[in-house]
């Protein structure tokens, strides 16, 4: 099991490795496995990468991310001009039913609301706005709208775990009630836990996930 210093180097080395951080101004601490970000950064396109990069080192166990996004002022733009480029930012993407989707902007803070069928759509409806000039942060309330299905929702999922290779399915159960898919059981790392939950959400049916997975901690060996 790492120590607080030793996850502490790890997720510095980590955001140092990933070249679309600017991380000159991002503290790192770390206290039983919960890493705990402060500082400035560029945009919130950085400020979710640098998120991300906490959870693919292993060893972390929580994250609070307190990063402030602080735009050069090259960067800022009205709210009117980031409604726009919202607009034809999903207009312009495949993936998102651009029709089923209202965006509300307020400071640089995106919403996006609506409802649609799938997880995948949700997402890329985020994806899409996250990188814009002028973005402070997204909020993403987007809905799913329940598809019926004969499929066994449960099993689905449960299938779909065993099948793939990044985690031991044997220590995750599977709780279906209505279209809420619920986790349970040990993981290795943050990032397995991740996947499980996407794996979830590719479900048809599925609504809302809850993740109660817990991060296992090695024994130490001999013991």
Same mark, same amino acid.
């Given at each position: 099991m790492k120590s607080d210093t030793e996850l #502490?180097?790890?997720?510095?080395?980590? &955001? !140092?490795? =990933?070249?679309?951080? *600017? !991380?000159?101004d991002i503290a790192v601490a770390v206290k039983e496995g919960a890493v705990m970000l402060a500082g400035t950064i560029d945009s919130y396109?950085?400020? @979710?990468?640098?998120?991300?990069?906490?959870?693919r080192v292993k060893g972390t166990r929580a994250i609070v991310n307190d990063l402030k996004v602080k735009l050069p002022g090259a960067n800022e733009r009205?709210?009117?001009?980031? %409604?726009? +480029? %919202? /607009?034809n930012a999903l207009k312009w993407d495949i993936e998102v039913p651009e029709e089923q989707i209202r965006v509300k902007v307020a400071n640089g803070w995106i919403t996006l609301q609506g409802e649609v069928e799938w997880? @995948? #759509? *949700?997402?890329?409806?985020?994806?899409?706005?996250?990188? &814009? /000039?002028?973005?402070?942060?997204?909020? !993403?309330v987007i809905s799913l709208r329940p598809i019926p299905t004969r499929a066994?929702?449960?099993?689905? /999922?449960? =299938?779909? &775990?065993?099948?793939?290779?990044?985690? =031991? +399915?044997?220590?995750?159960t599977v709780e279906v009630i209505d279209h809420t898919a619920r986790l349970h059981g040990t993981v290795r790392s943050f990032a397995e836990k991740r996947d499980a939950e996407g794996a979830a959400w590719q479900t048809p049916g599925v609504t809302k996930v809850e993740n109660n997975l817990m991060i296992a901690v090695p024994m130490p060996v001999g013991v």
């Open positions: #502490q180097r790890d997720v510095a080395a980590e &955001l !140092n490795w =990933d070249s679309s951080i *600017r !991380n000159e396109a950085q400020w @979710y990468a640098a998120e991300r990069a906490v959870e009205s709210d009117s001009d980031i %409604a726009h +480029a %919202a /607009i997880q @995948y #759509q *949700r997402s890329a409806a985020e994806r899409a706005v996250r990188s &814009l /000039i002028g973005v402070r942060g997204v909020s !993403n066994d929702i449960k099993q689905h /999922i449960v =299938d779909m &775990l065993k099948r793939q290779a990044t985690f =031991d +399915a044997e220590h995750v």
